[in-house]
T-cell receptor, first 116, second 107 residues
Framework: EAGVAQSPRYKIIEKRQSVAFWCNPISGHATLYWYQQILGQGPKLLIQFQNNGVVDDSQLPKDRFSAERLKGVDSTLKIQPAKLEDSAVYLC??????????????FGPGTRLTVL | DAKTTQPTSMDCAEGRAANLPCNHSTISGNEYVYWYRQIHSQGPQYIIHGLKNNETNEMASLIITEDRKSSTLILPHATLRDTAVYYCISQYSTLTFGKGTMLLVSP
């Protein structure tokens, strides 16, 4: 079974530039998550999708971050414009979305963003 | 904020059991205890979860105290590849990660 795919793996940009990250979840997984992990900290949930609808985006900085999952499969996370404090690893995870049992999340390798 | 407390770091000799403690004294009745680990430069990996009973799978065992205020993750025979940050999470649905425990397994 293929895992969660993310691209690019690394990205370096200058502040005020825009950047986009792509995630392809495990086939058939209804729920998709984007996390931000700053160096030395645990991952922080940015947004959660159930199919193509947003379940939780309470910690997403909506003035500069946006995310979409138009067809309920792939997802894109965008930052526009980037700030220095956005330097982090952006992790995508997916889960089956079966509410009848605890949902195990499967994480991708992440995209390391450096903002100069 | 994370609702669990874990030691910042622990050491373990290769081949020995690694016992990682976690305090979750404010856990609610419907919240599960999850354990994930994150090897350097990789995404977190699910290990195990439980509600009340002790659990065991191919990776580890989870021992939850009767009052559910604390738990211990046990890696029965630690290997060098088990060196990672281990996160203990008490949650009903979404995961809130703390800083975890850095486990260093040495030869």
């Amino acid at each position: 079974e293929a895992g969660v795919a993310q691209s690019p793996r690394y990205k370096i940009i200058e502040k005020r530039q825009s950047v986009a990250f792509w995630c392809n979840p495990i086939s058939g997984h209804a729920t998709l998550y984007w996390y931000q992990q700053i160096l030395g900290q645990g991952p922080k949930l940015l947004i959660q999708f159930q199919n193509n609808g947003v379940v939780d985006d309470s910690q997403l900085p909506k003035d500069r971050f946006s995310a979409e999952r138009l067809k309920g499969v792939d997802s894109t996370l965008k930052i526009q414009p980037a700030k220095l404090e956005d330097s982090a690893v952006y992790l995508c995870a997916s889960s089956p979305g079966d509410r009848k049992r605890r949902d195990t999340q499967y994480f991708g390798p992440g995209t390391r963003l450096t903002v100069l | 904020d994370a609702k669990t407390t874990q030691p910042t770091s622990m050491d373990c000799a290769e081949g020995r059991a690694a016992n990682l403690p976690c305090n979750h004294s404010t856990i609610s009745g419907n919240e599960y205890v999850y354990w994930y680990r994150q090897i350097h430069s990789q995404g977190p990996q699910y290990i195990i979860h439980g509600l009340k009973n002790n659990e065991t799978n191919e990776m580890a065992s989870l021992i939850i105290t009767e009052d559910r205020k604390s738990s211990t993750l046990i890696l029965p025979h630690a290997t060098l590849r088990d060196t990672a940050v281990y996160y203990c999470i008490s949650q009903y649905s979404t995961l809130t990660f703390g800083k975890g425990t850095m486990l260093l397994v040495s030869p």
